[in-house]
């Protein structure tokens, strides 16, 4: 009899205790309206620090093989030579054998001092290293060498890329070639973009 005395107690104390308890909580809605950033183009906070600047630095002077005539030899799987200068890097020339010439028709004769040599810069091309001539030609049949062989070191860090310069001379064909390449999974040589400045 005690017992059920107590539970209609608590009901009764419960009853006139939760209405009071949810009035007072009762929560004020606040609505905070945010306008969402342009975001048409890639942004990075002023904080993190852009990549792009450890890049080896490029001539901003026309690049003059962009989309010219290029001849090679055997290339490998789908990499053909006219991906060499189609303006992507995420497209790739590989010879298949030693050494690989690649050669382009600038179509004109030109002043030209620099050679660039440039893979996809994404961090799944490990480094690697190539070792690279060149020569230049007036008419596409003599040539003379301007760059010695020598041994040019691809690292994503630095934008997967290298440059070679050498003494200003006219030149209307210029022919790169690779004798080696460090990679472990190619036998050729690779190239995304070579650039004529
Ligand atoms: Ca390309």
């Known amino acids: 009899m005690k017992s059920i005395l107590s539970i209609v107690l608590v009901a009764l104390l419960l009853t006139s205790v939760l209405p009071a308890f949810a009035e007072d ?35 901003e002077t026309e690049n003059y093989a962009l989309n010219k005539p290029v001849t090679s030899g055997a290339y490998t799987d789908v990499y053909v030579e006219t991906n060499v200068n189609d303006d ?3 497209t790739y020339w590989e010879s298949k054998g030693w050494p690989a ?14 050679v660039a040599v440039c893979l996809n810069p994404s961090s799944i091309w490990e ?36 440059r ?19 990679a472990s999974r190619t036998g050729g040589a690779q190239a995304a973009e070579i650039c004529v400045y």
């Open 25 to 59: 909580t009762e929560i004020e809605t606040i609505v905070t309206i945010v306008t969402a950033p342009e975001q048409t183009e890639a942004q990075r906070p002023p904080c993190f620090v852009d990549p792009t600047d450890n890049y080896i630095p490029l001539p």
């Open 88 to 90: 992507s890097t995420t």
């Open 164 to 182: 070679i310069d050498f003494d200003s001379v006219e030149a209307a064909f210029v022919k790169v070639i690779f004798y080696k390449n460090s």
């Open 127 to 162: 480094p690697r290293i190539q070792e690279i001539s060149v020569e230049i030609s007036a008419d596409g049949e003599s040539y003379t060498e301007v760059a010695a062989k020598a041994n040019y070191q691809f690292d994503p860090e630095t934008g997967n890329r290298i």
């Open 101 to 114: 010439e690649m050669v382009i028709d600038l179509q004109a004769s030109y002043t030209v001092s620099t």
